[in-house]
């Protein structure tokens, strides 16, 4: 895949067709292809209707994501997510991860997501031996954006660590190239998980969500207990749905989920902090107090930039965007 296929996947088509249909119309494709396609292959049926399917953004039917996850389609997958803040407008409003940024604003009210499939898209590229191509988005398409932003540990994280592998410290061989593919796959199912609650979640997420509810007690929207077998690590028994990371559960594992998520979790937002379940110790409830203290610091001083700033965004953020030949406008 070029750099350019992420500037063409802004401009499809098909936009003014997805947008007379609703959700109903969605629900009745993806069922009646589902039908015709059988058990086997079904991700297929989404294939043919991607442009639809992505220009459209709704989330609530699994397959689309997962279809996308699955052929590692990370420009559309950029696309349609961005296109499910703007479908999602009610939900998405009350999910913003940094207030007081627009629901719609994909780049401040949700970095990480922003930046997920983006940051594959330069390791596809690396990895299919267009370097230059790749440091070219990370240095144009993403440093510069994410670093304007305001932003957690864990986003970056994720950014030195692409830095790294692009300058070359890191190698990145195939096997390292499939464990990327898999944990930023995982990362944008856990996120859309986290702030669009009720929405894409595959079955196995439902399995998961249903198998955790009972260990983690308040704390079960935030992680999930890992089941003996599990293809992750069975040593761990908690992973944390925020950061992604695995913990050993412990005798209580909702007491240590809730410990790690108010006193060490560092992919937490305003939002998240807004959404913490009880403080279980005296600890807890002083770094609640705290963080939601720097919370509304923080979304002060940037209420206060964004004024000054005015209608910077959007950039080349909108669908008629018109990117440079052969450059990659990014979305
Ligand atoms: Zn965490």
Not at 13 to 40: H, P
Request: net charge negative.
């Amino acid at each position: 895949m070029a750099d350019s296929d992420w500037s063409s996947s802004g401009s499809s088509g098909s936009d003014a067709t997805s947008r007379a249909m609703d959700e109903d119309d969605v629900r009745a494709l993806v069922v009646r292809e589902r039908e015709q396609a059988g058990n086997v292959g079904h991700y297929s049926v989404v294939e043919q209707h991607y442009d639809l399917l992505v220009s459209l953004g709704s989330l609530r039917f699994p397959d689309i994501l997962e279809s996308l996850l699955l052929y590692e389609r990370w420009p559309e997958i950029a696309r349609y997510l961005r296109h499910a803040l703007r479908f999602h407008a009610k939900d998405a409003a009350e999910a913003v991860a940094y207030p007081p940024a627009r629901a719609t604003d994909m780049r401040r009210a949700h970095p990480e997501l922003y930046l997920l499939p983006r940051r594959q898209h330069a390791l596809h590229l690396f990895s299919a031996g267009q370097h230059d191509q790749a440091l070219h988005f990370y240095h144009e398409r993403i440093l510069p954006r994410i670093l304007a932003v305001r932003r957690n540990a864990h986003v970056n994280a994720l950014v030195e660590s692409l830095g790294a592998i692009l300058a070359g410290q890191q190698p990145l061989a195939i096997r390292d190239y499939d464990r990327e593919v898999a944990s930023t796959s995982r990362a944008i199912r856990d996120y859309v998980q986290v702030y669009f609650p009720g929405f894409c979640n595959s079955f196995y997420q439902k399995m998961m969500i249903g198998h955790s509810m009972d260990k983690l007690g308040q704390a079960w929207s935030f992680g999930e207990v890992l089941m003996p077998g599990d293809i992750l690590d069975p040593t761990t028994t908690i992973r944390c749905l925020v950061c992604h990371a695995q913990l050993p559960m412990g005798t209580f594992p909702d007491a240590k989920l809730l410990d790690h998520l108010y006193m060490g979790c560092p992919a937490t937002t305003p939002h998240i902090h807004r959404l913490l379940p009880r403080p279980l110790n005296p600890r807890q409830v002083a770094r609640r107090a705290q963080l939601l203290q720097q919370d509304e610091a923080a979304a002060d001083a940037a209420a206060a930039a964004e004024e000054e700033e005015e209608e910077e965004e959007e950039e080349d953020d909108g669908d008629n965007a018109g990117p440079p030949a052969g450059d990659g406008g990014d979305e």
